[in-house]
């Protein structure tokens, strides 16, 4: 008598690293790079980008539209244009999910930084503070709220979004459905699901420790009821 097709963990099991490309936790590790480099990369980017942005008001317009576009570009469609430049490489998906982060980010910094009060900048100034130990001691750590939360936004999507590069061959968790799509088997689609909505609640719980890490003084601000 034949026997049946196997449970999840058994599936598990058997793929989570069988020395192949397409094993579980190939895939994961993937995942987890053309996830968290793109969110690096945004942020690096966008920081130096929304403080110029700042810096000279009419900068900000034609960024934001220009990101706006960027942002409203289907992806598939520009990991495919961009196969004829990268290949089908990881930097493929890389390069698209950058920008789609840079546009969330570079917003996030330009309102983070006008979240500043003027008196605050006023009293930096007064008590001597240099423009970039201003920015450093008083307003980025002000910002960092606001810039959090749009990194937030980043890395969640980013996260999801690196799936769909599996019909480039490109997808990391992602080549779990193609697998399931191509020999019809929940247990992939479920697997895949399960760790991607696990990679996007902890790379947001991982920020959220670090905004309170990072603003002390709202925890203590709610602690007195103020």
Excluded at 204 to 222: F, I, N, S
Aim: glycine share 10%; hydrophobic share 55%.
């Amino acid at each position: 008598m034949a026997d049946g097709p196997p449970s999840i963990w058994e599936w598990i099991g058997r793929n989570w690293d069988t020395g192949r490309v397409d094993s579980i936790k190939n895939l994961l590790l993937d995942h987890l790079t053309m996830s968290l480099v793109p969110i690096l990369v945004a942020l690096v980017i966008a920081l130096p980008l929304g403080l110029a942005c700042v810096r000279w008001r009419w900068l900000y317009q034609p960024t934001s539209g220009f990101m706006n576009v960027v942002y409203a570009l289907p992806s598939l469609p520009v990991f495919m244009l961009l196969i004829s430049v990268t290949g089908l490489s990881q930097a493929t998906v890389i390069i698209p999910l950058t920008f789609y982060g840079m546009a969330v980010l570079i917003p996030a910094v330009v309102d983070g930084l006008g979240s500043v009060p003027d008196h605050v900048r006023q009293s930096a100034v007064a008590m001597g503070f240099t423009p970039l130990r201003r920015l450093i001691a008083v307003e980025l750590p002000i910002a960092v709220p606001v810039v959090l939360a749009g990194l937030r936004v980043v890395a969640v999507s980013s996260i999801s979004l690196v799936s769909v590069g599996a019909l480039i061959g490109q997808g990391g968790l992602g080549g779990l459905f193609t697998r399931a799509y191509q020999n019809p088997f929940m247990p992939p689609v479920i697997v895949g699901i399960v760790l991607i909505v696990a990679l996007a609640l902890i790379a947001d719980g991982l920020l959220v420790l670090a905004q309170r890490l990072l603003t002390p003084w709202v925890r203590a601000r709610k602690g007195t009821g103020s």
